[in-house]
């Protein structure tokens, strides 16, 4: 199996006909969600599955990659921490603030945190970024997959207390959370409205795509704090 660079630290891994997406293992011979792990020369990677991830299906689908090894990343909806420990491999020098409001939920990620210590874990909505901002420094990435019908709102009020200028949102939309009766079509106009069209709001649209077949009725979107 060999290994190319699909971003800065992410990688696709290439054995014969089959390609994957995968991280480099901050936390070698450790797993998180019973991923693959596969050694390449001195390097062990995890397999990052699409399906299993909204932000690899992003990748997968050519949305922009704004993550750098020294990023902080602030992550709303981090659930038990699949896509989160990615993320703690990209940004391994960085910061991944990882924001679940279910105690269940971040129990199931507490032993993650405890084998990245880049990963801060907050038990808090996200929808009150207040309730966390004592903790939350300014950020150069937020990303967003939360199940929740007020989702541009709650990206918004996020961006406004800690995204940097010049720094990315991305976000999947989940059309059937927002609205289940609704065409999703109608629903990603809607939530991109809310999200684009406030007053002052300084954000521009860089990409949107959606993410079928990996995920259906999701729209995955990436703006960028313009000051």
Not at 16 to 43: D, H, I, M
Not at 74 to 95: E, P, R
Not at 161 to 166: A, E, I, Q, S
């Amino acid at each position: 199996m060999k290994a190319k660079t699909f971003h800065e630290n992410i990688f696709t891994l290439q054995q014969g006909k089959k390609r994957f997406l995968a991280t480099r293992n901050l936390s070698p011979g450790f797993e998180v969600y019973g991923e693959r792990l596969v050694q390449v020369e001195q390097a062990e990677y995890r397999i990052w599955e699409p399906k299993r991830s909204k932000l690899a299906a992003m990748l997968l689908k050519k949305l922009t990659s704004p993550f750098t090894t020294t990023s902080k990343v602030l992550y709303l909806g981090s659930a038990t921490g699949t896509t989160v420990s990615h993320v703690s491999d990209i940004v391994h020098k960085g910061v991944v603030y990882a924001v679940e409001f279910s105690p269940r939920t971040m129990r199931d990620m507490l032993p993650i945190c405890e084998e990245r210590p880049n990963i801060i874990p907050m038990l808090a909505d996200a929808s009150k970024p207040q309730s966390y901002a004592n903790v939350v420094e300014p950020v150069d990435v937020i990303f967003q997959d939360v199940a929740q019908p007020d989702q541009a709102s709650i990206a918004l009020s996020n961006v406004q207390h800690f995204l940097k200028p010049g720094g990315y949102l991305l976000m999947s939309i989940k059309a059937r959370s927002v609205d289940s009766t609704a065409k999703p079509d109608t629903v990603f106009k809607q939530q991109l409205k809310t999200l684009l069209e406030q007053e002052n709001s300084k954000l521009e649209l860089v990409k949107k795509q959606k993410l079928a077949p990996f995920h259906i009725d999701h729209l995955g979107v990436v703006v960028k704090k313009t000051e």
